[in-house]
């Protein structure tokens, strides 16, 4: 790593530590799930907090995301985040509480959809208010559901394989 000497070795470790390892992912469960709305749910867990103890931001963004595209792929073709807006309201300190995250579809359009998503405490508060602008090609009509992690996985192994090219 270089590191450029005119930073002390202080703000050289804080930078550090902010890179950490989140996880919890596999802990979100969906609670509901209709046409153009999803409810997800999580009790907060260490593996999901920042280096301040709080939920880790990039926690939000990968479960809003994940919760926008469920609520338009359950009336559109597998869609695909063009855009997205975060407004951290409230911090959720990670102490095992109980988090739901609301999707709710605002305007579905032929190819582009909005979705609003709101991270909500134990207490009610809203914690996260976040807007994504999706596209999604179609309605349904009887295609694959989207593959699981581990099917994804073999697929871009084939793909790598087939080019004569190992995968990191």
């Known amino acids: 790593m ?3 000497e005119s930073l002390d070795e202080q703000r050289v470790q804080g930078c550090l530590n902010i890179l950490c390892d989140i996880g919890g992912f596999g802990d979100v469960e969906c609670e509901v799930l209709e046409p153009g709305h999803v409810v997800l749910a999580f009790n907060t867990s260490s593996v ?6 709080d939920l880790h931001g990039g ?14 792929y359950t009336n559109a073709s ?24 609301d999707a709710r579809v605002l305007r579905k359009g032929k190819t582009i ?7 909500i405490d134990e207490a009610g508060t809203v914690c996260l208010h976040s807007s994504f602008t999706t596209f ?33």
């Open 59 to 72: 926690f939000y963004m990968t479960v809003s995301d994940m919760a926008a595209c469920m609520a338009v």
């Open 136 to 168: 999604a090609k179609k309605e349904l009509a009887g295609e694959e559901p989207f593959p699981t992690q581990e099917e994804s996985l073999e697929t871009v192994r084939t793909f790598f394989a087939e080019a004569g090219r190992e995968m990191r």
């Open 48 to 53: 999901m907090r920042n280096p301040y103890g």
């Open 78 to 101: 597998k869609p695909v985040t063009l855009q997205c807006n975060f407004n951290f309201c409230e911090g959720i300190h990670v102490n095992g509480q109980r988090v739901t995250v």
């Open 2 to 4: 270089r590191v450029d």
């Open 113 to 119: 959809q909005v979705v609003n998503v709101e991270f």
